[in-house]
DNA sequence: CGAACCCTTGATGGCGATCAAACGCCGTGG
DNA sequence: CCACGGCGTTTGATCGCCATCAAGGGTTCG
């Protein structure tokens, strides 16, 4: 199960922005070092304050990254396959801020800290994809404290939905990719709101069955939820750290 | 006053984490390609949405870095000398994400974004740095965004006077940088509540008197605040983005 | 069939925003 | 010198968003 990646799963990691420019070579070094593992739901990957050992790539299930502090818990971010994750504290050589949780059973690919470092030093075209990954990543969580300040749960909703929505299939139909409790926690607030701000959303276009969530007036979801100046860099296949 | 940098001021900038590491005249290159202005208070040096034409760095005075969206505006960060700022959104070609606003008469290096650019891909040091950089931004931004998640007003303003205590010269007593008024937007709350709040510490060992802050009971304002696992990196001279 | 668990709905309470007004500080101009 | 106005800060009163508490219905799984 670990030990070299499968054949068939290395071409979708293969066109990651974060891998994709650089060397074939090194690529190939890369993954021979790393491991392909599969773990079980609700498991706990690593914990906030440990050591960065791995940089983590979702290939398959889904993935809740969470930060505590003072008793309480709070979903920072829910990583879809086919991503990366935790970037940064790999490049800082720093602890993990948060920690990972798997939602559904997960398959992730493990790539040695030191590894990734070091071919990150050797290959140019890797050091810059993950220049602009970081770029990138950071200006998401601009974007994020952003929301979060300046919007009121209702509306923070329904720009998520417009924005779960983009990143679909497009148009007006998707379903969400988590349980509600979890989606409350990703947008600061608790399921009983989470709830109630569903429903309120309805006098917005917005009609959902279940997870299942149907946009049927999105002028007036917008005109609601004002997307405004904090649209998401729109980069084809972009992946997020 | 512009075209080039006055060899006053090369060192400071110089030693920037930043600049640090990298090739010797490669960095005088950058600073002869860049203008060194001075800006008087209340200006807005340019407005989210622009296209990001330069790289920032404050030499001397105050900036406010602030978002706006529905009506709204909050203040994301406040830079202080020496600092570089927005290296994001010059690394990844994009727009500014937040308006730059002078709080005090200011003078900045402007580096044009395409020259940085440009020798950013020919210098494997300053690549690195700027990597480095964006990863260590990255984290504070996870930081407060959890800290705004997870913690009350009162308790982040704790935190915020630990942590600039800590940046300062590191015992007790320092000066708040700028007005209340925007403390108050940088911690996400009211200037009315911010004064309360500031009053409500003094149960905590804080005492304050106009801008200066004495903190008299670390140990008391930690067990209310909970610096917990959001403590800042504390890497010798590093600036943030 | 019962026990979790998730989601929903209702009732209550607290944190913090908003509204309103007074105080201190400071630069201007009479 | 003092009067005046502007601005930032403080204090008080009220309101609204959202958290918390509580309970009930639906689904899944042992």
Do not use: W
């Amino acid at each position: 199960m670990n030990g070299i990646v499968r054949i068939g799963e290395k071409p979708e990691i293969a066109r990651l922005p974060l891998f994709r420019e650089m060397d074939d070579a090194k690529r190939e070094r890369v993954f021979a070092g790393s491991f392909l593992q599969a773990f079980p739901p609700r498991l706990t990957l690593f914990e906030a304050g440990q050591y960065a050992d791995f940089l983590h790539v979702l290939v398959d299930g889904l993935i809740e990254l969470s930060a505590s502090g003072g008793g309480r818990d709070t979903t920072m971010r829910i990583v879809e396959p086919v991503t990366s994750f935790i970037l940064a504290a790999v490049v800082s050589d720093q602890p993990y801020l948060m920690t990972a949780r798997t939602i559904e059973p997960s398959r992730i690919l493990l790539v040695p800290a030191a590894l990734i470092r070091e071919v990150i030093r050797q290959d140019t075209a890797l050091m810059q994809a993950t220049m602009r990954e970081l770029a990138l990543a950071y200006r998401d969580l601009v974007r994020a404290l952003a929301d979060m300040k300046l919007r009121q749960s209702a509306e923070r909703l329904g720009n998520y939905l417009l924005q779960q929505d983009a990143r679909g299939s497009g148009q007006a139909r998707f379903e969400l990719p988590a349980g509600k409790r979890l989606l409350a926690s990703l947008l600061g607030m608790t399921p009983e709101n989470l709830s109630r701000a569903l429903s309120s959303l309805a006098q917005h276009g917005v009609s959902v069955c279940g997870a299942r969530v149907q946009i049927n007036d999105r002028a007036a979801l917008e005109a609601y939820a004002r997307p405004d100046l904090l649209q998401a860099e729109a980069e084809v296949g972009r992946k997020q750290v």
